[in-house]
């Protein structure tokens, strides 16, 4: 397997983000999205040829804020697969035709990162079955900077999180091929941008390590009255080629992961 290393200075320790639905859609849609106590759904995990199994479950209903949401949980409290850790111990909610997902998400383990990326999310759309192709799901992007420092130099991270409507399929085969009817996309874009600066004497030069580029894009495929049946994960970065530093790291990376749906229920 293709290990998939990231420079250590994106160790991000927490990322707080917020972001929440400006108002409560009541838009309904013919698609179904069962998020139901003991649903539960199990995927097959495949992390360029490396091969896994995460099995995914409701358990119980909380409620925050006057809404009801669903917990998902995961078998021995572990995944493998970016779609399941996305879930792992956060809460789910309907608005309609949208899907909202709340708490805090860790995006380095499922992706076999030595690195710690979480995101806290609140109503965060994830899914809308209404959505257009490439229509953005939330009223704005998630976006925040961080300041760290990595063999003495001082970085600026920034990062940029949104969702986005996907394509419609009246019927849909996966890669691995299974046959689903009525199947709907979409989209998560990660994007991470990195400078830092270099001292010249009293002069401080800045300098772009990492250019803003998409650091994780995930493609979700969900059908009617199953849920999610197929991800794609794309995870990449490009360290700029005329970086006049050494900061001890690979130039470039990328991994593929997919997952694909084995068994399910749904009550």
């Not at 995101?119 to 953005?136: E, G, I, K, P």
Request: glycine residues 6%; hydrophobic residues 35%; aromatic residues 10%.
């Amino acid at each position: 397997m293709k290990k998939f290393i990231i420079p250590l200075f994106l160790s991000i320790a927490f990322l707080s983000v917020s972001c929440s639905s400006d108002s409560e859609n009541t838009e309904e849609s013919n698609f179904s999205i069962p998020i139901n106590i003991g649903d539960y759904w199990t995927y097959d995990v495949d992390t360029e040829g490396t091969i896994s199994r995460d099995s995914l479950f409701i358990q119980s209903e909380v409620q925050v804020n006057n809404f009801t949401y669903k917990k998902f949980e995961t078998r021995n409290n572990t995944a493998t697969g970016f779609y399941s850790s996305v879930l792992r111990n956060n809460k789910v909610r309907k608005n309609g035709s949208k899907l909202l997902l709340s708490g805090d998400v860790a995006l380095s383990a499922q992706q076999n990162l030595p690195v710690n990326i979480n995101l806290s999310l609140t109503d965060f759309v994830v899914f809308n079955s209404n959505a257009q192709n490439n229509q953005a799901l939330n009223s704005s992007a998630v976006t925040g900077t961080i300041n760290q420092t990595y063999n003495n130099y001082p970085l600026t991270i920034t990062y940029s999180l949104q969702s986005y409507g996907g394509e419609t399929f009246t019927s849909y085969t996966s890669p691995d091929g299974s046959n689903y009817s009525n199947v709907k996309s979409t989209k998560i874009k990660l994007n991470v941008g990195v400078t830092t600066v270099q001292n010249a004497g009293v002069i401080s030069i800045p300098i772009t390590v990492l250019a803003p580029q998409d650091f994780i894009i995930s493609t979700l495929y969900l059908a009617d009255g199953i849920g999610v049946v197929h991800v794609n994960t794309d995870t990449s970065y490009t360290i700029n080629p005329l970086l006049p530093i050494n900061l001890g790291i690979p130039s470039s990376a990328t991994q593929n992961q997919k997952e694909y749906l084995d068994t399910y229920v749904i009550n």
